[in-house]
Antibody, heavy 120, light 108 residues
C-alpha cells in the first residue's frame, strides 16, 4: 500500500535551515505530483509547495517563496523540502502528500508528518 | 485569493445527520475536496471532486457543491466520526489548495 514517511524535522533557530525528506513506497513515485502541506500547532492546513511528476512544474505559497525549495529524486522515490531563513511562523507539522492522478489537486495519501520548531 | 469559510464547530447526536459547510463566492464553479483529521493523525481524504468517495470511505459520507456553499454530509453519525473536517477548494493551478479553517465535529 501507499506509504509516505517524512523525516528531517526538529528544533532550529530563527534564520536557520532544515531539509525535510519524504520516502515514498507502494506506488510508482514518478507518476505522481507530490506536495508539502503544513499545519501550525492547533491551526489549519496550508499548502506549502508542489512539484509535478517530471519536476518541471513547481508551486510555492507566497509565504515561503524565495526561502523554500522543493525537489524530488524519482530514482530514489523521494521528495525533499529545503527550508532556509526560517522564522517562528514556519513552526508546524510538515506533511508529505501524494496528489490524485486527476486535475483537481486532491491529496489522496498523506504521511504522518514531521514537526519543525523554529525557536531561539 | 479565494476565501473559504467553515463553521468552527458542529455538534450532532449519534445516529443523526451532520452537515458541515464550506462557503465561498461561487464555490459551486470550483472543485472541492474534504478531509477528516483525528487528533494526532494526518488528514484523510473522505470526499473528492465535490461528491466522490475514495475506496474505503463509508457510504455515510457524501458531498455536494452548488452556488456559494459546498456541504459534507455524514449520515448515521458514529462516535468514531468525531474529528476536524477541512474543505479544500481547487481554484486553479496558481492556487491549488485553499483550505477552510476546519470544523470540529462533536458527537454528543
Amino acid at each position: 500500500q501507499v506509504q509516505l514517511v517524512e523525516s528531517g524535522g526538529g528544533l532550529v533557530k530563527p534564520g536557520g535551515s532544515l531539509r525535510l525528506s519524504c520516502a515514498a513506497s507502494g506506488f510508482t513515485f514518478s507518476d505522481y505530483y507530490m506536495s508539502w502541506i503544513r499545519q501550525a500547532p492547533g491551526k489549519g492546513l496550508e499548502w506549502v509547495s508542489y512539484m509535478s511528476d517530471s519536476g518541471v512544474t513547481i508551486y510555492y505559497a507566497d509565504s515561503v517563496k524565495g526561502r523554500f525549495t522543493i525537489s524530488r529524486d524519482n530514482a530514489e522515490n523521494s521528495l525533499y523540502l529545503q527550508m532556509n531563513s526560517l522564522t517562528a511562523g514556519d513552526t508546524a507539522v510538515y506533511y508529505c502528500a501524494r496528489q490524485g492522478s486527476g486535475s483537481g489537486y486532491d491529496l489522496e495519501s498523506w504521511g504522518q508528518g514531521t514537526l519543525v520548531t523554529v525557536s531561539s | 485569493s479565494f476565501v473559504v469559510t467553515q463553521p468552527p464547530s458542529v455538534s450532532v447526536a449519534p445516529g443523526k445527520t451532520a452537515r458541515i459547510t464550506c462557503g465561498g463566492n461561487n464555490i459551486g464553479s470550483t472543485t472541492v475536496h474534504w478531509y477528516q483529521q483525528k487528533p494526532g493523525q494526518a488528514p484523510v481524504l473522505v470526499i473528492y471532486y465535490d461528491s466522490d468517495r475514495p475506496s474505503g470511505i463509508p457510504e455515510r459520507f457524501s458531498g455536494s457543491n452548488s452556488g456559494n456553499t459546498a456541504t459534507l454530509t455524514i449520515s448515521r453519525v458514529e462516535a468514531g466520526d468525531e474529528a476536524d473536517y477541512f474543505c479544500q477548494v481547487f481554484h486553479n493551478t496558481n492556487h491549488p489548495g485553499v483550505f477552510g479553517g476546519g470544523t470540529k465535529l462533536a458527537v454528543l
